[in-house]
Protein backbone atom coordinates (compact mmCIF):
# COMPACT_ATOMS: atom_id res chain seq x y z
CA UNK A 1 0.00 0.00 0.00
CA UNK A 2 1.46 3.49 -1.28
CA UNK A 3 0.79 6.64 0.90
CA UNK A 4 0.02 9.37 0.08
CA UNK A 5 -0.43 12.86 2.06
CA UNK A 6 -3.79 14.51 0.85
CA UNK A 7 -4.53 18.09 1.68
CA UNK A 8 -8.35 18.94 1.41
CA UNK A 9 -10.42 22.02 2.30
CA UNK A 10 -12.07 22.24 5.88
CA UNK A 11 -15.50 21.99 4.78
CA UNK A 12 -14.95 19.02 2.52
CA UNK A 13 -13.07 17.29 5.03
CA UNK A 14 -16.01 17.54 7.73
CA UNK A 15 -18.36 16.34 4.75
CA UNK A 16 -16.07 13.23 4.15
CA UNK A 17 -16.09 12.51 7.73
CA UNK A 18 -19.70 12.77 8.40
CA UNK A 19 -20.28 10.68 5.39
CA UNK A 20 -17.89 8.38 6.01
CA UNK A 21 -19.29 8.18 9.90
CA UNK A 22 -22.79 7.51 8.46
CA UNK A 23 -21.21 4.50 6.22
CA UNK A 24 -19.27 3.01 9.45
CA UNK A 25 -15.97 3.35 7.75
CA UNK A 26 -13.05 5.43 8.43
CA UNK A 27 -12.35 8.75 6.76
CA UNK A 28 -8.94 6.76 5.09
CA UNK A 29 -11.27 4.32 4.03
CA UNK A 30 -14.13 6.27 2.39
CA UNK A 31 -11.20 7.96 0.86
CA UNK A 32 -9.83 5.11 -0.89
CA UNK A 33 -13.38 3.71 -1.85
CA UNK A 34 -14.04 7.36 -3.77
CA UNK A 35 -10.95 7.47 -5.44
CA UNK A 36 -11.50 3.82 -6.75
CA UNK A 37 -14.96 4.49 -7.53
CA UNK A 38 -14.04 7.08 -9.49
CA UNK A 39 -11.16 6.01 -11.44
CA UNK A 40 -13.29 2.56 -12.20
CA UNK A 41 -15.97 5.15 -13.92
CA UNK A 42 -13.67 7.36 -15.48
CA UNK A 43 -11.98 3.86 -17.05
CA UNK A 44 -15.37 2.53 -18.38
CA UNK A 45 -15.72 5.32 -20.58
CA UNK A 46 -16.52 3.51 -23.63
CA UNK A 47 -17.29 6.78 -26.12
CA UNK A 48 -14.65 6.84 -28.89
CA UNK A 49 -13.71 10.15 -29.97
CA UNK A 50 -13.53 10.05 -33.63
CA UNK A 51 -17.45 10.53 -33.02
CA UNK A 52 -17.94 13.24 -30.05
CA UNK A 53 -22.38 12.67 -31.73
CA UNK A 54 -22.37 9.55 -30.08
CA UNK A 55 -21.83 8.51 -26.59
CA UNK A 56 -22.67 5.04 -24.30
CA UNK A 57 -25.61 4.87 -21.77
CA UNK A 58 -26.90 1.78 -20.40
CA UNK A 59 -29.87 0.80 -22.21
CA UNK A 60 -32.68 -1.05 -20.57
CA UNK A 61 -30.86 -4.35 -20.37
CA UNK A 62 -28.53 -3.10 -18.38
CA UNK A 63 -25.86 -3.47 -20.88
CA UNK A 64 -24.42 -0.32 -22.24
CA UNK A 65 -25.43 1.27 -25.76
CA UNK A 66 -24.10 3.61 -28.05
CA UNK A 67 -26.61 6.18 -28.67
CA UNK A 68 -27.02 9.99 -30.46
CA UNK A 69 -25.92 12.15 -27.78
CA UNK A 70 -28.76 14.28 -26.27
CA UNK A 71 -31.26 12.40 -27.00
CA UNK A 72 -32.76 8.30 -26.50
CA UNK A 73 -32.14 7.15 -29.83
CA UNK A 74 -30.34 3.98 -30.53
CA UNK A 75 -26.97 3.84 -33.41
CA UNK A 76 -28.57 0.39 -34.12
CA UNK A 77 -31.95 2.36 -34.70
CA UNK A 78 -30.16 4.31 -37.13
CA UNK A 79 -28.55 1.39 -39.11
CA UNK A 80 -31.70 -0.67 -39.13
CA UNK A 81 -33.62 2.22 -40.94
CA UNK A 82 -30.64 2.95 -43.51
CA UNK A 83 -29.48 -0.73 -43.55
CA UNK A 84 -32.59 -3.00 -43.24
CA UNK A 85 -34.88 -0.57 -44.44
CA UNK A 86 -33.02 1.61 -47.20
CA UNK A 87 -33.53 4.75 -46.02
CA UNK A 88 -31.19 7.42 -46.88
CA UNK A 89 -29.50 9.86 -44.06
CA UNK A 90 -31.78 12.84 -44.93
CA UNK A 91 -34.89 10.77 -44.90
CA UNK A 92 -33.82 9.28 -41.69
CA UNK A 93 -33.15 13.07 -40.12
CA UNK A 94 -36.52 14.06 -40.75
CA UNK A 95 -38.65 10.92 -39.42
CA UNK A 96 -36.38 11.50 -36.30
CA UNK A 97 -36.01 14.29 -33.97
CA UNK A 98 -32.52 14.12 -35.14
CA UNK A 99 -29.85 16.34 -37.10
CA UNK A 100 -28.52 15.36 -40.40
CA UNK A 101 -24.99 15.18 -39.10
CA UNK A 102 -26.01 13.01 -36.32
CA UNK A 103 -27.37 10.55 -38.64
CA UNK A 104 -24.55 10.44 -40.96
CA UNK A 105 -22.13 10.51 -37.83
CA UNK A 106 -23.97 7.17 -36.03
CA UNK A 107 -23.91 5.14 -40.16
CA UNK A 108 -20.10 6.43 -39.70
CA UNK A 109 -19.67 5.38 -36.19
CA UNK A 110 -21.92 1.93 -37.68
CA UNK A 111 -18.51 1.32 -39.83
CA UNK A 112 -16.11 1.53 -37.49
CA UNK A 113 -18.14 -0.77 -34.97
CA UNK A 114 -19.41 -3.44 -37.30
CA UNK A 115 -19.03 -6.12 -35.28
CA UNK A 116 -20.68 -4.55 -31.70
CA UNK A 117 -23.31 -2.51 -33.79
CA UNK A 118 -24.41 -6.27 -36.25
CA UNK A 119 -24.28 -8.21 -32.90
CA UNK A 120 -26.72 -5.80 -31.45
CA UNK A 121 -28.95 -6.21 -33.65
CA UNK A 122 -28.83 -10.41 -34.24
CA UNK A 123 -29.81 -9.82 -30.62
CA UNK A 124 -32.74 -8.32 -31.04
CA UNK A 125 -33.47 -10.11 -33.86
CA UNK A 126 -33.60 -13.36 -32.01
CA UNK A 127 -35.24 -12.05 -28.91
CA UNK A 128 -38.54 -10.76 -31.55
CA UNK A 129 -38.31 -13.96 -33.24
CA UNK A 130 -38.47 -15.58 -29.32
CA UNK A 131 -41.16 -13.72 -27.91
CA UNK A 132 -43.45 -14.05 -31.30
CA UNK A 133 -43.20 -18.04 -31.40
CA UNK A 134 -43.91 -17.95 -27.90
CA UNK A 135 -47.48 -19.45 -26.88
CA UNK A 136 -50.08 -16.58 -25.88
CA UNK A 137 -51.52 -17.84 -22.79
CA UNK A 138 -55.35 -18.38 -22.89
CA UNK A 139 -57.27 -15.98 -20.64
Same mark, same amino acid.
Given at each position: ???????????????????????????????????????????????? /??? /??????????? #??? /????? #????? +??????? +??????????????????????????????? #??????????? #???????????????
Amino acid at each position: MARYALNLPVALKQEAELVAKQQGVSLNQFIQWAVAEKVGGLKQTLDD /PRF /PLITYRRGGSG #TMQ /PMLRG #TNIRV +KTMVVAN +KYHYLPPEEIADRWPVKIEAVREALAYYEAH #TDEIDNAIAED #TALEAKYANAAVPAS
